[in-house]
């Protein structure tokens, strides 16, 4: 239940995150392709941060500096790789492209940019060193009731989601 709480967690402030942003830049930007409250790729992208950070911390045993660096060109390049894959697959299921990095002087396509990649690697390193720590408490205290009514909910978003993005 920890890593599906800490799915929901990080997908909600991502989807707050990114409202923030839109309503501080007077831009007309929604968060995900999802009705709901989250943004699944921020879940998606904080288990996979985990998970690799779980992975180096135990089999590396290099002194910090050594392993965040390791650590952030991992997760950078991870990140981009799971960020291209929802981009495309978005855009061929739905028909619609979410983002755009053809302005970004160093892009690779439409889906990753070095401009990003590096973003993704400075944000993982914040992510595992801060964010993560300050919120890994609480997100162990979510009641499994909790859980249950979120996995509900967002199994009927993605299913409502799919049937109304299908008949566009």
């Given at each position: ?6 799915f929901f967690v990080y997908s909600i402030l991502g989807y707050l995150l990114e409202t923030i942003i839109a309503l501080i830049t007077h831009t007309n930007f929604k968060s995900g ?136």
């Amino acid at each position: 239940m920890y890593y599906l709480n800490c799915f929901f967690v990080y997908s909600i402030l991502g989807y707050l995150l990114e409202t923030i942003i839109a309503l501080i830049t007077h831009t007309n930007f929604k968060s995900g392709i999802l009705n709901g409250f989250w943004t699944p790729v921020y879940g998606i992208g904080a288990i996979t941060i985990l998970f690799v950070a779980e992975y180096l911390f135990k089999n590396l045993h290099m002194p910090r500096l050594l392993e965040t660096i390791v650590m952030f060109f991992s997760v950078a390049i991870i990140l981009s790789f799971l960020e291209a894959l929802g981009g495309v697959l978005i855009e061929k299921m739905f028909g619609i492209t979410f983002w755009n990095y053809d302005s970004h002087k160093y892009h690779i396509g439409k889906f990753i940019s070095l401009e990003m990649t590096i973003t993704w690697g400075i944000v993982s390193i914040i992510f595992i060193y801060l964010i993560h720590p300050l919120l890994s408490g609480l997100i162990k205290k979510i009641p499994s009731w909790i859980t249950i009514i979120l996995v509900m909910l967002f199994i009927i978003d993605c299913t409502k989601t799919f049937i109304d993005k299908r008949k566009i």
